[in-house]
Each structure stands twice: as structure tokens, then as C-alpha cells.
């Protein structure tokens, strides 16, 4: 009797309790008056708004943020017609009428992307989106506004190119800072895919840091060896190349520029950081770009290849450009480089043309090269090669 008592009692006891929350829930509202007012002017724990950003909406933001900055890039060119027959039907002796004239015909095709990194009209791209030097190009921005690309500045050492137009005002993006990704980090490509979609956006990671590539562009015809380039599994198509990569706070991380032929969602950005190290170069010398330069057409011997030929490794000389430092320094045809300053050449380290890219314009250096058998060293002045 005294158990049941008790359990009543603290039936009730519990109850009453329970009926001072709320029916046995809890009233935040209730509790919130017993704690202090928070930063904001809001009172309680139930009156505190926690923002929870999800995946969407960072893609969202960023491509709202990101593009008005993007543009596409278009060719313009003429092209030859064949000669064409004409059928007479009044002489059926003389089916075909004379021989008409060839003409011409003006051809305009988006071929690529760009982005906007100055309010004055500085776009970049790739240098194999607007390889071609005897066409014209155009940028279309993402309102459909057309200009005339006023200047075309090519970087004779990187896949990276800068379109001058005519225009102010213009909204340049955020760039970032590559030294700092990571694998499995947020990318986002935002481009003309396949020269005919406009800013189509794609999302995915960080796939891959420090790969090497050969670049180009379907419809130029031109390819290029890239090194530490990003590997993103973000949809890169033909015709986003020179768009940008983006990180998740909408800044600039890398430049698209080639997309592989042989697997599926594995696109290639140069790092951001490059462009950045370009346009600085670019800057300070007043609108061009200036790279140390030899000045010979050369293809690799590797170790493999140079003990099955038993010749020295290093860079083997097919062409010397006429009046480049190479040839004033007397290099010839069919000479193997193997030492810049003491520093051997091997296709593991980069090749010739990262031993050059560390020099200065006008450094007098000592060249070793090999030839018929005898070690010779040559003093070349570096020179300067501007693209444009």
C-alpha cells in the first residue's frame, strides 16, 4: 500500500512537471527567457538562426558571382567555295553551263572561353584558342554584347593568351591562389561547351595536382606540351578551353585548357598561380610578354635512347632559328645541348626549355654541346622572345 502511494505520488509530481513545459515538450521560448541576449539582439537558444549552406547553394552563388565575368570566344574567317557547274536546261547538248567563279564566304564559329581580369577589357584564354594569326576573333559576353578583339597577346612559354578589347566597366573575377588546393576540394567549370553551349557550368573535384598534358584545340589544329597542370573531374568539353576553374568561394583557381580524348570526366586547368606570375610579367612591360630565348627547334634524347645510340644525353638540335642567340652562339644542326651553366639537360628535369625559362634576357651563359664525338662549350647571350 505505502509503494503505490508513492508511485501516485510521483505520478502527479511528474505530471505537474511535465505540464509546466508545455504537455511534457519543451518551450524554448519559455527557456530562452533565462538566457542572455546573444551578439545579433536575439534572445534564448530557440531565437538563434544558424545558417546551413548546402552544396547547391555555393554552386548557385558561385555561378552568379562568377558569370558575368565569363565570355566566349568566336573566329571569324573566309573560306574558299569550289567552283560549281550550272545545268542549262535549254541546250541538251550542253548540259553544264560555263564554269562559274569561286567565292568566298565569311564563316563566324565560337571556339572557346575567356574570362575578364581587368574593368578596362583584358580577357584571358588559352594561346591555342586564338592560334590562328591571320584570322580575326570577337568576344561575346554573357548579356550578348559583341567586341572586336582589338589585340591578341600570345605567351610564347605558357598555353595563355590576352584579348584587348574596347570596353569599360567590366566586372573581372577573383582569382586564387593554386599553391594552396588540394585533392578532393570543390571544381567548377564554366564555359562554352562544344563551341556552341554557352556558359554551361560543371561541377566536380580536385582530381589529381602536378600532371602532364599535351593541350589543343580541335578546331585549330594546335597542340602544346603542358606540365603541373590540374586534374579536375569537372565536365571539361571542347570549347571550354581558357574558361575558368573555380574554387567554392568563387575565385579563380586554374584555366581550362584540355579535356582527355581516351577517358571520361578528366579535364586539365593550368594553375592560376602562372597566369597570375604571366600578367604580372605582362603588366611591367607594358603589354607584352617576355620570356628568355635561344632559339633552336630541338627534340629530347633520353637515357634510354641515348644508350641505344651511344650519344650523350640531352637535347638534340634539328633547326636553329635564323639571327637567334643560338645561332650568333654557333650552335648547328644536329648538336646535342648537354649543359646550360654546369646544369645537365635530362627529359626527366624538364628538358631545355625549363633550363631557359630560368634565365634572364641578356645572361651570358656557357653552352655544352656535342658534336661528332667532341664536347664543345659555346657562350650565348639569352635573348628575348615576345609573344604578340
Given at each position: 500500500?505505502?509503494?503505490?502511494?508513492?508511485?501516485?505520488?510521483?505520478?502527479?509530481?511528474?505530471?505537474?512537471?511535465?505540464?509546466?513545459?508545455?504537455?511534457?515538450?519543451?518551450?524554448?521560448?519559455?527557456?530562452?527567457?533565462?538566457?542572455?541576449?546573444?551578439?545579433?539582439?536575439?534572445?534564448?537558444?530557440?531565437?538563434?538562426?544558424?545558417?546551413?549552406?548546402?552544396?547547391?547553394?555555393?554552386?548557385?552563388?558561385?555561378?552568379?558571382?562568377?558569370?558575368?565575368?565569363?565570355?566566349?570566344?568566336?573566329?571569324?574567317?573566309?573560306?574558299?567555295?569550289?567552283?560549281?557547274?550550272?545545268?542549262?536546261?535549254?541546250?541538251?547538248?550542253?548540259?553544264?553551263?560555263?564554269?562559274?567563279?569561286?567565292?568566298?564566304?565569311?564563316?563566324?564559329?565560337?571556339?572557346?572561353?575567356?574570362?575578364?581580369?581587368?574593368?578596362?577589357?583584358?580577357?584571358?584564354?588559352?594561346?591555342?584558342?586564338?592560334?590562328?594569326?591571320?584570322?580575326?576573333?570577337?568576344?561575346?559576353?554573357?548579356?550578348?554584347?559583341?567586341?572586336?578583339?582589338?589585340?591578341?597577346?600570345?605567351?610564347?612559354?605558357?598555353?595563355?593568351?590576352?584579348?584587348?578589347?574596347?570596353?569599360?566597366?567590366?566586372?573581372?573575377?577573383?582569382?586564387?591562389?593554386?599553391?594552396?588546393?588540394?585533392?578532393?576540394?570543390?571544381?567548377?567549370?564554366?564555359?562554352?561547351?562544344?563551341?556552341?553551349?554557352?556558359?554551361?557550368?560543371?561541377?566536380?573535384?580536385?582530381?589529381?595536382?602536378?600532371?602532364?598534358?599535351?593541350?589543343?584545340?580541335?578546331?585549330e589544329g594546335f597542340v602544346e606540351r603542358l606540365d603541373n597542370v590540374i586534374q579536375t573531374d569537372a565536365a571539361i568539353n571542347p570549347g571550354n578551353s581558357g574558361g575558368p576553374l573555380l574554387n567554392s568561394s568563387g575565385q579563380v583557381i586554374g584555366v581550362n585548357a584540355a579535356v582527355s580524348s581516351e577517358g571520361q570526366n578528366i579535364g586539365f586547368a593550368l594553375p592560376i598561380n602562372i597566369m597570375k606570375d604571366a600578367l604580372a610579367q605582362f603588366n611591367k612591360s607594358g603589354g607584352k610578354f617576355e620570356r628568355p630565348f635561344l632559339g633552336v627547334r630541338y627534340k629530347m634524347i633520353t637515357r634510354d635512347l641515348a644508350l641505344l645510340n651511344d650519344v650523350p644525353e640531352g637535347a638534340y638540335v634539328q633547326e636553329v632559328v635564323e639571327g637567334s642567340p643560338a645561332e650568333k652562339g654557333g650552335v648547328q644542326n644536329e648538336?646535342?645541348?648537354?649543359?646550360?651553366?654546369?646544369?645537365?639537360?635530362?627529359?626527366?628535369?624538364?628538358?631545355?626549355?625549363?633550363?631557359?625559362?630560368?634565365?634572364?634576357?641578356?645572361?651570358?651563359?656557357?653552352?655544352?654541346?656535342?658534336?661528332?664525338?667532341?664536347?664543345?662549350?659555346?657562350?650565348?647571350?639569352?635573348?628575348?622572345?615576345?609573344?604578340?
Amino acid at each position: 500500500m505505502k509503494r503505490i502511494i508513492i508511485l501516485f505520488l510521483l505520478l502527479i509530481i511528474l505530471l505537474s512537471f511535465g505540464a509546466s513545459f508545455g504537455n511534457l515538450s519543451f518551450n524554448w521560448d519559455t527557456i530562452g527567457k533565462y538566457f542572455p541576449k546573444t551578439s545579433q539582439g536575439t534572445s534564448g537558444l530557440g531565437a538563434e538562426k544558424v545558417k546551413i549552406a548546402s552544396e547547391e547553394s555555393v554552386i548557385t552563388d558561385v555561378v552568379d558571382k562568377v558569370s558575368p565575368s565569363v565570355v566566349t570566344v568566336s573566329i571569324v574567317k573566309t573560306r574558299s567555295l569550289s567552283r560549281i557547274f550550272e545545268i542549262d536546261p535549254s541546250d541538251p547538248f550542253n548540259i553544264f553551263r560555263q564554269r562559274q567563279p569561286g567565292q568566298s564566304q565569311k564563316v563566324e564559329q565560337d571556339i572557346g572561353t575567356g574570362f575578364i581580369v581587368t574593368s578596362d577589357g583584358l580577357i584571358v584564354t588559352n594561346k591555342h584558342v586564338v592560334s590562328d594569326t591571320n584570322a580575326k576573333y570577337k568576344i561575346v559576353t554573357k548579356d550578348d554584347k559583341t567586341y572586336e578583339a582589338q589585340k591578341i597577346y600570345r605567351d610564347p612559354s605558357n598555353d595563355l593568351a590576352i584579348i584587348k578589347i574596347g570596353a569599360s566597366g567590366l566586372t573581372p573575377v577573383t582569382m586564387g591562389d593554386s599553391s594552396k588546393l588540394k585533392v578532393g576540394q570543390m571544381a567548377i567549370a564554366i564555359g562554352t561547351a562544344l563551341g556552341e553551349f554557352r556558359n554551361t557550368v560543371t561541377v566536380g573535384v580536385i582530381s589529381g595536382l602536378g600532371r602532364g598534358i599535351t593541350a589543343g584545340s580541335p578546331f585549330e589544329g594546335f597542340v602544346e606540351r603542358l606540365d603541373n597542370v590540374i586534374q579536375t573531374d569537372a565536365a571539361i568539353n571542347p570549347g571550354n578551353s581558357g574558361g575558368p576553374l573555380l574554387n567554392s568561394s568563387g575565385q579563380v583557381i586554374g584555366v581550362n585548357a584540355a579535356v582527355s580524348s581516351e577517358g571520361q570526366n578528366i579535364g586539365f586547368a593550368l594553375p592560376i598561380n602562372i597566369m597570375k606570375d604571366a600578367l604580372a610579367q605582362f603588366n611591367k612591360s607594358g603589354g607584352k610578354f617576355e620570356r628568355p630565348f635561344l632559339g633552336v627547334r630541338y627534340k629530347m634524347i633520353t637515357r634510354d635512347l641515348a644508350l641505344l645510340n651511344d650519344v650523350p644525353e640531352g637535347a638534340y638540335v634539328q633547326e636553329v632559328v635564323e639571327g637567334s642567340p643560338a645561332e650568333k652562339g654557333g650552335v648547328q644542326n644536329e648538336d646535342i645541348i648537354t649543359k646550360i651553366d654546369g646544369k645537365k639537360i635530362t627529359d626527366q628535369d624538364g628538358g631545355l626549355t625549363k633550363v631557359i625559362a630560368e634565365k634572364k634576357v641578356g645572361e651570358r651563359t656557357a653552352v655544352e654541346v656535342w658534336r661528332e664525338g667532341k664536347t664543345t662549350t659555346l657562350s650565348i647571350t639569352v635573348g628575348e622572345n615576345s609573344g604578340e
